[in-house]
């Protein structure tokens, strides 16, 4: 294919950026020695253009991310020169790079701060933090700081715990970032404006295990026990406390037997989706013969509002990851793998860099590991702003440099993933749980929990209650017993409500607080455990106001490819704007009539998990409560 | 010992390593699935939106076309099978022996009558006949959300003497760009940008298509089904009341151009032509043509 390109040149600026990023991702033990080797056989929603083998597609998000962070939006002269780099159609590159919330394509200033309005961040005064940053830097999305920065909201940053939350990018050639939670507008002032003379200090945020994991009786966690008590950037420490014993045991099991422990175990998986895990490592192991390259890849792109467990786990624990997917690769039979992380973790992203190399250096990662003749190499993903992306197919998509659009399902990945290759993706917390399982072995790990549901589990406690962060429990306690060890109903001290697994999870009343934590607890009373997320609103709180927040992330979040789900999430946030304004179109009855008929139709008929759970949360709370009267 | 003595014939070669076995694509197996009830045989990878038309089942369908790789955007065209939980494409989902499915169930009805409301109260369906023919037939009425419900309205786009796009009526079917790429023609000159409701077709940074990679085949007018491609004699025929398709005749013809033999629906109004197609299953074309043999007639109606 000859690529057309239109006269605009890119600045030599913007080239240095990306011949760099571009030598370092060639570079990369991880990235290196990739050659495509799917036959380009597609669906339909991906193209692909002339010969796999001769694309560096790959590379596309990663050279994108580059040009952004050395000079704060994407210019056709910069989308010129990828283009011609990775052999991609300008058209599609500019609809990648337009898919992404954190990728502009028109000039804007080089700090940027973002400032969380999502449902965690507004029960911890957002609402008024936004007031107040507009009265000090004029209105959101307007440049201020001489043209120098600007500010805008901002969906779940993922640091709910210390609500509200702030990010701030400062694009050139350091670039930086900083997190700022919990957030007040003179400390986000404050900080824009360092970034903006240039004098931000290169420390992006720190772990406080105290605040984020305030569990007692740490002495039983097995999943935190080390977050907070290792230096995560030493594979020391980490081998200190049992760290790759599981790896060294995998290797004398052999991959049969891991993925037997692993079955045996009952893991499901972590994520949301709840699918058990071990089966997945099966249908991979099983394409063994078929010559064909198999992928591992640790999904860590946590964006459901009011999840934030992954995050802490990657920042306190990071050669936990790296073990669990080494195991997941030598049983498997992958000898790449990828960490696919949410652009919104900068501070995690550091860390799981640090360990990578760590291990590399000392050959936990890389060819002949363990001198086992096991090859394998992780490469970091970052993600650039979209939730979908956390949706396996769309994940693939955007790792593989096209939009990340989710795929239809079948085929599975575990046939036909990454690069149309057998496929595992695991979450982070599920592969933290996989040394456990080595280490105990399957039926050990079967009998910690309920009959339905084993093991341990992470939950992500926000909003308002007295200790807010990530607790582990083995499966069993109930909502009640989860908020009593967090402390007690925060705010007015009087629950009103709790969300159970993010926006794509369901409301619960305080008359339900005694149902299990447990994937057939949540099941029985028609919830769903999600991502693990349990988000307490006090009486104070304005369930409507909640509603929309969340039907306004559907809207920002769909990726506009299937109709039920693009158009759909519109008319919903429209819907609820009509009851909210008291302005119904006919009656109330007949806007409740028609949300759950639209409910119906994009949880039927959408392509993926996004549109099929865009109205749950919604309706469950209008089944319990009487509002919009 | 004795094989030495034996020495080749030279009018016989012998092979010196077993003969390299060519794969035989395995014989499609017949799959035994019911639709509504009926039972259908049908051969192993077709779609269940084939089977159905064995069965003389119509399915509506906007997204698909036979010479494109589906996408299975529209959602259109679901349909019920057991055993699913959500509905699944009749376009892309292939066969599997024993499938019971729906096509006129409750859910089925629902969901595609919901899909078409959604599509019409966002976008101006007023030259999308078929798919004015499916609002009829699943009674949509896409008024119901209100006068204020967001659209896609915007001007449309008259950059070229060819055509114009008016995105105004574009269902993001993505049919156009998947013919501007790898299923027909390899131009890449448009793609899919931006991202939910504000996602739609453009070329990088929305240049002009003079400005593009576009090649001007209309390959991506072939395809739209609801007319927000349309060549510019049609545009402006519209646009002066003057297009009438009933006084239009269809004339099959063959391209003077060149030597590959495309064939030509040259369509003409009061002697006029206004329109050249090629049928989707001509063996040579699938529907596709090149600048000249779509839009290089002008010369047979100038009056110089």
Not at chain 2, 63 to 74: A, G, S
Not at chain 2, 233 to 253: F, H, K, L, P, V
């Amino acid at each position: 294919m000859d690529l057309h390109l239109n006269a605009a040149k890119a600045s030599a600026e913007e080239r240095v950026a990306m011949d760099a990023a571009l030598k370092q991702l060639e570079s990369s033990p991880g990235d290196a020695s990739l050659t495509v080797t799917s036959d380009g056989q597609a669906d339909g929603n991906v193209p692909t253009n002339g010969l796999p083998t001769r694309s560096k597609r790959h590379l596309l998000l990663p050279v994108l991310h580059a040009i952004q962070e050395r000079v704060g939006w994407i210019s056709p002269g910069a989308l010129n020169y990828a283009s011609l780099q990775l052999g991609v159609p300008p058209a599609e590159a500019h609809g990648v790079a337009s898919f992404y919330e954190k990728f502009s394509l028109a000039p804007k200033p080089p700090v940027v701060a973002r400032a969380c309005d999502d449902i965690a961040c507004m029960t911890r005064g957002a609402g008024a933090l936004c007031a107040e940053l507009e009265r000090k830097l004029g209105p959101a999305g307007k440049p201020c700081s001489l043209g120098k920065a600007i500010w805008q909201r901002s969906s779940c940053l993922g640091l709910c715990e210390r609500a509200p939350a702030a990010l701030i990018t400062a694009a050139g050639e350091k670039p930086r970032e900083r997190v700022i939670a919990p957030a007040y507008a003179e400390s986000i002032a404050s900080a824009v404006l360092d970034a903006a003379t240039g004098k931000l200090p290169d420390e992006i945020d720190t772990l406080n295990a105290k605040v984020s994991v305030p569990q007692d009786g740490r002495s039983q966690l097995r999943l935190l026990r080390r977050v907070g008590q290792v230096d995560p950037a030493s594979l020391e420490d980490y081998r200190r406390l049992g760290g790759y014993e599981a790896l060294r045991r995998a290797f004398e099991w052999g991959p049969e037997r891991v993925i037997r422990e692993a079955i045996e175990s009952k893991l499901l998986g972590r994520g949301g989706a709840a699918f058990p895990a071990g089966k997945k490592w099966e249908a991979v192991h099983q394409q063994r013969e078929s010559n064909r390259p198999h992928y591992v890849i640790c999904n860590a792109d946590e964006s459901e509002p009011g999840t934030f467990k992954d995050r802490i786990l990657m920042e306190g624990d990071p050669f936990a990851v790296l073990e669990g997917m080494t195991i997941a690769a030598f049983a498997v039979g992958a000898k790449r793998g990828y960490i696919y992380i949410r652009g919104e973790y900068p501070y995690a992203t550091q860390r799981l860099e640090q360990a990578i190399h760590a291990a590399r250096a000392q050959n936990f990662l890389g060819e002949d590991i363990g001198g086992r003749g096991f090859t394998f190499d992780i490469e970091i993903r970052r993600g650039a702003g979209a939730y979908i992306c956390g949706e396996e197919t769309a994940l693939f998509n955007s790792i593989e440099g096209y939009r990340g659009e989710p795929r239809n399902k079948p085929p599975f990945p575990t046939q036909s993933g990454l690069f149309r290759e057998p496929t595992v993706v695991n979450n982070v917390e599920t592969l933290v749980n996989v040394p456990e399982i080595i280490l105990n072995g399957g039926a050990a790990y079967a009998r910690i929990g309920t009959a339905n549901s084993s093991g341990y589990r992470l939950f992500c406690v926000s909003g308002h209650v007295v200790r807010p962060g990530v607790y582990e429990l083995p499966f069993g306690p109930t909502i009640r017993d989860l908020i009593e060890m967090a402390g007690g109903v925060g705010g007015t001290g009087r629950l009103q409500a709790v969300l159970l697994g993010g926006a794509a999870g369901s409301f619960v009343s305080p008359k339900e607080l005694d149902t299990p934590l447990t994937f057939e607890g949540t099941r029985a009373i028609g919830a769903t455990l999600g991502s693990g997320v349990v988000m307490l609103f006090d009486d104070s709180v304005d369930l409507e106001q909640i509603l929309l927040r969340i039907a306004a992330f559907f809207r920002s979040e769909t990726c506009g490819q299937c109709v039920p789900c693009r158009v759909g999430t519109i008319r919903q946030e429209e819907l609820l704007q009509r009851l909210i304004a008291r302005k119904p179109l006919g009656s109330k009855e007949q806007e409740s009539a028609l949300l759950k008929e639209m409910a119906q139709a994009m949880r039927d008929a959408s392509i993926c998990g996004l549109g099929q759970t865009a109205s749950g949360a919604i309706l469950s709370a209008m089944d319990r409560w009487s509002l919009f009267l | 010992m004795s094989e030495q003595l034996q020495a080749p014939s030279p009018l016989i070669p012998i092979p010196r390593a077993p003969a390299p076995e060519i794969p035989v694509p395995a014989a499609r197996r017949d799959v035994q699935i019911t639709i509504d009830g009926k039972r259908v045989t049908v051969l192993e990878g077709a779609t269940i939106l084939d089977a159905a038309k064995t069965l003389g089942i119509e399915t509506p369908t906007l997204c698909f076309l036979e010479t494109l790789t589906p996408v299975n955007v529209c959602r259109v065209c679901v349909v019920q099978v057991e055993g699913s939980r959500p509905l699944v494409p009749a376009c892309s989902r292939k066969v599997e022996e024993g499938m019971v499915v729906w096509t006129d169930s409750e859910r089925v009805r629902l969901s595609r009558r919901v899909v078409l409301e959604f599509l019409a109260s966002s976008v101006d369906v007023s030259t999308a006949l078929q798919l004015q023919a499916y609002m009829k037939r699943y009674e949509a009425r896409p008024e119901k959300f209100g006068p204020r419900a967001a659209t896609v309205v915007q001007p449309p786009k008259i950059d070229n003497e060819l055509y114009v796009r008016d995105y105004s009526k574009c269902i993001l079917c993505y049919k156009c760009a998947e013919a501007c790429g790898v299923d027909a023609q390899n131009t890449f000159a448009i793609g899919v940008a931006g991202r939910g409701f504000h996602a739609h077709i453009a070329t990088e940074f929305e240049i002009p298509l003079t400005d593009s990679a576009c090649v001007y085949c209309g390959n991506c007018i072939g395809v739209c089904p609801t007319g927000a491609l349309m060549g510019k004699i049609e545009y402006d025929m519209r646009a002066a009341g003057t297009w009438d398709e009933s006084r239009q005749t269809r004339t099959e013809t063959i391209c003077p151009y060149c030597g590959v033999g495309c064939e030509l629906t040259v369509h003409s109004q009061a002697g006029q032509i206004v329109r050249v197609s090629s049928p989707l299953d001509h063996s040579v074309t699938q529907g596709n043509l090149c600048i000249k043999g779509r839009f290089g007639w002008q010369f047979t109606q100038s009056h110089k």
